[in-house]
Nanobody, 126 residues
Framework: QVQLQESGPGLVKPSQTLSLTCTVS??????????WSWIRQPPGKGLEWIGS???????YYSPSLESRASISRDTSKNQFTLQLSSVTPEDTAVYYC??????????????????WGQGTQVTVSS
């Protein structure tokens, strides 16, 4: 059973960089052909795909966030990380990490992913 767990600060100040880590257990992030994604849900809004890193280390980002988002991985720890720079209060959301396939950017529900973490609330406020 694959399990994902998000970790990181729950409060970030405007203009700072948000950094979250997803620790994966029960499966390797290098196993073909999975995509490991970051997604978020702002209060009162739907799910938003932020980006994905593939089993081979390739990255893909939402066009609206591409200039601020960066996803990397540490295969020795079986973790992948999201960094989102220059945050504003509009980046306040519940952030999830999840495993999906090549169509991950089109998923609109958590249930579309094979596995997902419990989510972590991130608030951007001074």
């Amino acid at each position: 059973q694959v399990q994902l767990q998000e970790s990181g600060p729950g409060l970030v100040k405007p203009s700072q960089t948000l950094s979250l880590t997803c620790t994966v257990s029960g499966g390797s992030i290098t196993t073909s052909y999975y995509y490991w994604s970051w997604i978020r849900q702002p209060p009162g809004k739907g799910l938003e795909w932020i980006g994905s890193i593939t089993y081979s280390g390739s990255t893909y980002y939402s066009p609206s966030l591409e200039s601020r988002a960066s996803i990397s991985r540490d295969t020795s720890k079986n973790q992948f990380t999201l960094q989102l720079s220059s945050v504003t209060p509009e980046d306040t959301a519940v952030y999830y990490c999840a495993r999906g396939g090549s169509g991950s950017r089109y998923y609109t529900r958590l249930q579309d992913y094979s596995y997902w973490g419990q989510g972590t609330q991130v608030t951007v406020s001074s």
